[in-house]
């Protein structure tokens, strides 16, 4: 199983990738035998990897890393890297590989003091000989100085280093970066290789993938997540009643914050299964004491570490609440499709009866405001408004239609 079988509905982008990642084979097979370059390569130093929510082109870029990374005997007699078993591409997929640097936002945007040491790392030689690749997945949470940093590594790199930088837009990304990059643009797969990829790779049943598939309309993670994991099902269950709930203003209220309530158990959660296991390493790589006594001058590290794991736990947060209100707006899509007369492509068919009511009870033009109302509580959440209020102003929006 080769590592473009992640790229669920990319044929097309899997082949340039493979391409690419045969022509840089060649780069390096050339170097080590001092003989010269291919004249014509498809490899470049700098790739942008955009689509919509959902594509995978984090899993695209890391696909891409893996194939860079492929130390298979096969490649000696014509085949093609990334085959997905070696060490190079295993230790790259899943992010242990010592020349593959990535770079997520633990807050809401990507420091410039977060960035200081990997492009650092961008101008050192690769350990293993083959690429040093740095793969930033949230490249739209660069702030103005971190940008800039950035830039000037993508600008003059050194000869074996790869950056792939992954944004939801081309227009996520500073102008003179994306100049320099060699844009690959993802689209939403298609319902039925969403759900084919859930019963090749994960096992499901066919019922349940496409079931999956079509509630999160092509998302892949998010499809994987629903059809295997119960707490997912629960917590979407819960969102989709919401509706239902705001018939007066104390039900709005209630049902606001256990939304906020509901993410923020999802965030600690997540949370507290790495936290502790960072803290423990850094004490430990700074030489703290059998007793937990940590050397003179080394709290203003853990310091620094809790702040970040604060503002990971409030991007969590805002991400499991995005989440939800993504299902929110996928219902009240669901309503104004029956409203219109159209019953195909129904994402939330298990929530018909819910659908058929809210449709009954209300017109075109009062979905329409509620749309709006939860894309409104998208962008005051991105604008950093404190969660409970964004989201009691949006069920009282959605009671008054």
């Not at 660069?142 to 227009?171: G, I």
């Not at 590290?301 to 929110?328: C, F, G, P, W």
């Amino acid at each position: 199983m080769s590592v473009w079988d992640d790229l669920v509905g990319q044929e097309r982008i899997g082949e340039q990738l493979a391409a690419a990642a045969r022509d840089a084979d060649a780069l390096v097979t050339a170097a080590s035998a001092d003989a010269p370059p291919p004249e014509a390569s498809k490899m470049t130093h700098a790739w942008l990897f955009t689509g919509p929510p959902g594509a995978g082109y984090v899993q695209a870029a890391r696909a891409f890393a893996a194939a860079l990374q492929c130390v298979s005997p096969d490649r000696a007699l014509g085949g093609a890297p990334g085959c997905g078993f070696c060490d190079g591409c295993h230790t790259a997929l899943i992010g242990t590989h010592a020349d593959v640097t990535t770079v997520t936002a633990v807050g809401a945007q990507i420091r410039a003091e977060d960035m200081r040491d990997t492009v650092r790392q961008s101008f050192t030689a690769p350990a293993n000989g083959r690429w040093q690749v740095i793969l930033v997945e949230d490249a739209e949470r660069l702030n103005e100085k971190s940008a800039n940093a950035v830039l000037k590594a993508v600008e003059e790199p050194a000869s074996r280093t790869v950056w792939l930088l992954c944004a939801p837009s081309v227009e996520d990304v500073l102008p003179t970066i994306r100049s320099r990059c060699r844009l690959l643009t993802l689209s939403t797969p298609s319902v039925d290789a969403v759900a084919d990829m859930l019963v090749r790779r994960e096992g499901v049943e066919p019922d349940v993938a496409m079931a999956a598939a079509r509630a999160t309309q092509g998302h892949v993670e998010r499809a994987r997540r629903l059809a295997t994991d119960p707490e997912a099902r629960a917590r979407r269950a819960a969102v989709l009643k919401l509706p239902l709930r705001v018939d007066d203003v104390g039900g709005c209220l209630k049902a606001a914050q256990e939304l906020v309530d509901a993410a923020a158990a999802d965030a600690k959660a997540l949370a507290d299964e790495t936290d502790a296991k960072e803290t423990e390493d850094m004490k430990a790589a700074l030489g703290a004491s059998q007793g937990g006594r940590m050397p003179r001058g080394t709290a203003g590290v853990i310091k620094d570490l809790e702040d970040n794991q604060k503002r990971r736990r409030t991007r969590t947060q805002r991400d499991s609440l995005d989440v939800a209100l993504s299902d929110l707006t996928a219902f009240y899509r669901d309503v104004l499709a029956l409203q219109l007369g159209s019953r195909i492509a129904i994402a939330n068919a298990d929530a018909e009866d819910a659908l058929e009511r809210i449709a009954r009870g209300s017109t075109p033009e009062s979905t329409l405001r509620r749309i709006e109302a939860v894309a409104a509580c998208r962008e005051a959440l991105d604008r950093n408004v404190t969660p409970l209020l964004a989201v009691e102003a949006m069920t009282m929006a959605l009671r008054a239609g």
